[in-house]
Every structure is written in structure tokens, then in C-alpha cells.
């Protein structure tokens, strides 16, 4: 596993099923994200399922 640093500084996220390639139909992950965090707009070629584990985001 990876961590990759997307945004703003001290968000991290971790895939833990999926791959760079995208040859998984999902990508599951953990992200940690500060508050005021964005990811802007963008799109993925697998589904993206976002559960919020504490604060509250918006889609």
C-alpha cells in the first residue's frame, strides 16, 4: 500500500483494494482529510463509494 497527498496539506490517502491502473471495477480507500478540504472537480473510470466517518463533506 501507498499514501498519496492530493489538495491541501495533511490530507492522506491510502488505498487498501485497487490499483494505479484502475483495473478494479472499485477503489476502496482511507482518507484523512483537515477541515476545508477539496478534491475540485474529477472523475474516475471505477466507482467512488464515500462513507464520513467523523465532520461531514459535501458531494
Do not use: F, N
Not at 472499485?26 to 477541515?35: A, K
Amino acid at each position: 500500500m501507498r499514501t498519496e497527498i492530493y489538495g491541501l496539506p495533511g490530507a492522506t490517502y491510502q488505498t487498501i483494494i485497487g490499483d494505479d491502473r484502475s483495473t478494479t471495477p472499485i477503489r476502496l480507500g482511507l482518507q484523512v482529510s483537515p477541515p476545508g478540504y477539496t478534491t475540485g472537480t474529477h472523475a474516475h473510470p471505477y466507482m467512488e463509494v464515500v462513507t464520513v466517518i467523523e465532520g461531514k463533506g459535501e458531494a
